[in-house]
């Protein structure tokens, strides 16, 4: 019992220091068009777009509040808004969520 929970604690560790990451080019192309459109200072669709990304999960690296914001990479077969979202914080760094902030995937260009 000891070595499978020493194992779990290593496991668990091993996933916070090597977080996942995505390459821009293997997002889906409503992924791709949102990060252009963060990348274009805001033009967003919507006013749900853009909205301050608080991090309650607490997945993410702790920032400060109003830090990053969020906007949907909405699926082509959904009518609202789905779960796939992308996290920017000042100074370009991205995440990708396809599970509505359960897992995130640093975007890599």
Do not use: W
Request: one cysteine or more; hydrophobic letters at 40%; a positive charge.
């Amino acid at each position: 019992m000891r070595a499978f929970a020493a194992l779990a604690i290593f496991c668990v560790t091993a996933v916070l220091a090597f977080p996942a990451e995505i390459r821009t080019a293997e997002l889906a192309p409503e992924a791709r068009q949102a990060l252009e459109q963060i990348k274009a200072s805001g033009a967003f669709s919507s006013p749900d777009e853009g909205r301050t990304f608080n991090n309650r999960e607490a997945r993410l690296p702790k920032r400060e509040r109003g830090d990053c914001l969020e906007v949907t990479a909405p699926a082509p077969d959904l009518r609202e808004r789905g779960a796939r979202r992308i996290v920017a914080g000042r100074g370009g760094k991205c995440h990708y969520t396809e599970d509505h902030y359960l897992t995130f995937k640093r975007i890599i260009e």
